[in-house]
Structures are given as C-alpha cells and as structure tokens.
C-alpha cells in the first residue's frame, strides 16, 4: 500500500506562484506514474501534470503549459509541482496521485490511479 501526502496549498493573488510537494511512503517511488490531478467544485477531477514511469517525460495539461512544473526528487521520494503564473481558474483541490505501470495513454485518466494523497486546496483570487 502506497501512502501519498501533498502539501504546500494555500491561498494567493492572481499571477502568484505556489509549490505543492506529494511525499510517497515506499522508496521505490521512482517506478511509479504519477499525476497531479485538480477538482474544482461541481467539476470532475482534472489532469494537469504528471510523469510516465516508463521514460519520466513529464507532461501538461494545455491550460498549465509554461506555467506549471512538475519534477521528482528520488532520493526524497517526493514529487513537486511548481505553479507559476497563477489564475483564478487554478483554484481546485489539488491531488497526486501513482500507479504502478501506467503508459502514456493512461497518464491523464484519473480512475487508472489506484494511490491518492488527501489533496490540498489552492485558492487564487483576482
């Protein structure tokens, strides 16, 4: 069983910056996909990054690219994205999630993640 815990919400200005980190509980986090998902109220849960175990390619979301970075840190077992350029449309419950052996074409599909962190709430007003 794979325990994931996000931090870094919070709450920021519009064009503000923010950093989550997802920290997993095995150490062999460096063979897992894994995703940053986000959920804003009414709304289905979203991809908006993430990293394909098979090649660690990270990849966005149309809306995130040039703003949001995603990058591990092994030795941590953690995983990062950094959000720059922040919009009030950014405003959701953020979520890491992993599994293990997902390819690409399941990199965006939230129901193909068995792990989930408790997600964290980013709040960007304008």
């Known amino acids: 069983q794979v325990q994931l815990v996000e931090s870094g919400g919070g709450s920021v200005q519009a064009g503000g910056s923010m950093r989550l980190s997802c920290a997993a509980s095995?150490?062999?986090?460096?063979?897992?996909?894994v995703g940053w998902f986000h959920q804003a109220p009414g709304k289905e849960r979203q991809f908006v990054a993430g990293?394909?175990?098979?090649?660690?390619?990270?990849y966005y979301t149309d809306s995130v690219k040039g703003r949001f970075t995603i990058s591990r840190d092994n030795a941590k077992n953690t995983v990062y994205l950094q959000m720059n350029s922040l919009k009030p449309e950014d405003t959701a419950v953020y979520y890491c999630?992993?599994?293990?052996?997902?390819?690409?074409?399941?990199?965006?599909?939230?129901?193909?993640?068995?792990?989930w962190g408790q997600g964290t709430q980013v709040t960007v007003s304008s």
């Open positions: 999630a992993a599994g293990v052996g997902l390819d690409r074409g399941r990199l965006g599909y939230h129901r193909e993640y068995p792990y």
């Open positions: 095995v150490r062999t986090f460096s063979t897992y996909t």
């Open positions: 990293f394909v175990w098979s090649d660690n390619s990270p």
